[in-house]
């Protein structure tokens, strides 16, 4: 991950949201006056942290099938809830659900070559059973891709274990890598990952059964972001070769708003490879990256309500075909199509094929820079991980058309024309981990509420959950709509106050095509100050297709799966759409509110849906009180 410099990893000044002895902490001081209270007031329950101190990155995750645990570490400073000293600290489970964290750093820059910090890595069991965690290992700072890289600053090294995890052993070679290729100018170079390909491995010719690939992410100086390529040997974690950059897109190439900017700088990319569940020769390869340096506003032509909430950085993938240069003999990635893996504060994902699960699972870092320093400060902790989620390719045959959008100008999806001037069509979607939304729904808190179909127009009845059914902060909420064709607004409000007036809004507008979360804000004239409540906005859209049997048309629903852990809050928009929000205002809950309007006197933009009357909840369930 990045230094210092990076936006989101460095300590903000103080005088950002006021003098400590003046003005913002007293009234939350007196509030929440005991440290037990302030540690615990914005604090999750089923999201993986240590008990004090900063963290940021997922690191290394990964499954030991000799001791059937599951292992993901993280970025972390044990001395303070600010960004530096950093370590990584280390969980396990059994289950994916309930997790060991150990109190003390299993890594620690205690090394020259990693005195500066022990930066993102992987987890890689070896062919002699030992595990081994990959990662980058920094020696001077700051690091920025704004600034000259100073050659091997940020170098590769490896560190085992031959007890299954418990204790770890840094290898006297290193580093194994002293740094960067020699003949570039390079904006990063660090956050390994490591996996077979099989993939690339036909590509290149090799033998798939002993050979893994690698990738160091970072980007070439005023040319392109990228991942440097790497083949390791099976029998010899340390041997890397270097065979050239995977990527050469440009800077900042910005297909369409439902792409994103893929920036300056990568960081945290991973490689895998997706077939369709009935059709397991058709695979698609993914990488999943993070990306620095994009630019303000959206990409040209874009509405001004579809630009990125948190424009500097964005959490991407982007599928392409592997090619190989016969010439060079180098091999890189086209791009094909792209989107968001989240819209919010979800950054730096980190992943690993789970076998029991036969699925990709995927970690972020849910950042905490949306809270001012003085209130950061008083917790005595700083970010978390999201919930795991499981990767999957979305395939939707007999696809004619989208809400508004033109299907070509959708540059998420793949399209494959079908017959008739229909498609099937392919993104990457995501959930969270199926046995852990199971158990938190079935723990001995949890308490489930069910709405059957409700008609929703400007004139319907008030149609939710009461205060009895929801005055958690900790639940998770399943529902859908069936949009009709003149539907302005359709959405859910979570009200903080009796009156609803302070609430969290989830807002689907159809002739925009967007998805909006807006936040409320604390009830102070120096809110702003406090915390950064802006709204999170996504492009989203809804799909039409046919009934090749019977001729009929059908138009998805909108699905809205969202899961609250406190001031965590992680939303999915039928699949595909992930937004992961902070929410520090909203420590009462008094119920929730379904609504839709219809524009019938002036509709503007006419809907392409099959449904017919107004806007419909279908149905809705929730569970409140869950956790672990």
């Not at 090749?548 to 999915?572: C, M, Q, Y």
Request: hydrophobic share 30%; net charge negative.
């Amino acid at each position: 991950m990045t230094s210092a410099s990076s936006s989101g990893e460095t300590s903000q000044s103080p005088e950002s949201c006021g003098s400590t002895e003046v003005t913002t902490p007293e009234g939350f001081k007196a509030e929440t006056t005991s440290l037990a209270q302030r540690h615990t007031r914005w604090r999750p329950s089923f999201h993986i942290m240590p008990q004090t101190g900063w963290m940021n990155d997922p690191c290394a995750p990964g499954y030991d099938p000799s001791t059937g645990l599951y292992h993901v570490s993280f970025q972390w400073n044990p001395n303070g809830p600010d960004w530096g000293d950093i370590a990584w600290g280390t969980a396990t489970s059994s289950d994916m659900i309930s997790w060991d964290i150990q109190e003390h750093p299993i890594l620690s820059p205690d090394n020259r070559y990693d005195s500066k910090g022990v930066f993102t890595g992987c987890f890689v069991k070896a062919a002699d059973g030992t595990l081994n965690y990959i990662y980058t290992s920094v020696s001077s700072l700051p690091i920025h891709h704004t600034i000259p890289h100073q050659t091997g600053c940020e170098t590769l090294s490896i560190a085992t274990s031959s007890d299954h995890g418990k204790t770890w052993h840094k290898s006297d070679r290193n580093p194994i890598l002293p740094g960067e290729p020699s003949d570039l100018d390079v904006t990063g170079w660090r956050d390994p990952f490591c996996a077979p390909w099989p993939n690339m491995s036909k590509v290149m010719g090799l033998d798939s059964t002993d050979t893994l690939f690698g990738i160091i992410s970072g980007g070439i100086r005023d040319i392109t972001p990228t991942s440097f390529l790497y083949k390791i040997s099976v029998n010899n974690l340390s041997d890397w070769e270097y065979l050239g950059p995977l990527a050469n897109f440009g800077l900042n190439l910005r297909p369409s708003r439902w792409s994103g900017d893929l920036g300056k700088n990568w960081e945290v990319t991973n490689f895998l490879s997706l077939s369709e569940e009935n059709d397991p020769h058709s695979i698609f390869d993914f990488l999943i990256m993070g990306t620095e340096g994009c630019l303000e506003g959206g990409p040209e032509g874009s509405p001004g309500s579809a630009c990125p909430s948190r424009p500097s950085r964005g959490q991407l993938w982007m599928s392409g075909n592997l090619q190989k240069d016969e010439a060079t003999g180098l091999a890189d990635i086209s791009y094909g199509f792209g989107g968001h893996l989240d819209h919010g504060c979800l950054y730096a994902a980190n992943s690993f094929f789970d076998p029991r699960i036969q699925r990709y699972v995927v970690w972020g870092w849910i950042t905490e820079e949306d809270l001012c320093d003085d209130l950061r400060h008083q917790q005595g902790w700083s970010g978390s991980l999201s919930m795991p989620r499981q990767l999957h390719l979305q395939t939707l045959h007999n696809v004619v058309g989208a809400l508004v959008s033109d299907l070509p100008c959708i540059t998420s999806l793949k399209l494959e024309p079908e017959a008739d001037g229909a498609f099937t069509i392919h993104t990457l979607a995501s959930e969270p981990y199926k046995p852990l939304v199971q158990y938190l729904r079935t723990s001995s808190e949890a308490r489930s509420s069910h709405l059957r179909a409700s008609c929703l127009n400007n004139d319907s009845a008030e149609v939710g959950f009461s205060l009895e059914s929801l005055s958690s902060k900790h639940w998770e909420l399943e529902c859908s709509f069936k949009i009709s064709k003149t539907c302005s607004r359709v959405g859910i409000s979570i009200g903080h106050s009796r009156d609803f007036q302070n609430a969290t809004t989830m807002v689907f507008k159809p002739q925009d095509e967007t998805f909006t979360i807006s936040r409320p804000s604390f009830p102070r004239p120096d809110s702003a100050l406090l915390i950064n409540s802006s709204p999170e906005i996504a492009p989203h859209t809804l799909f039409t297709g046919t009934n090749p049997n019977k001729g009929e048309e059908w138009t998805e629903s909108l699905d809205i799966r969202a899961w609250r852990d406190n001031s965590v809050l992680e939303v999915f928009v039928n699949g595909r759409t992930a937004i992961s929000t902070r929410l520090y205002a909203a420590e009462e809950t008094f119920g929730m509110r379904f609504f839709a309007e219809d524009d019938t006197s002036n509709p503007g933009v006419l809907l392409r849906t099959s449904h017919v009357g107004p806007t419909e909840l279908k149905f809705a369930n929730l569970w409140q009180g869950i956790t672990i």
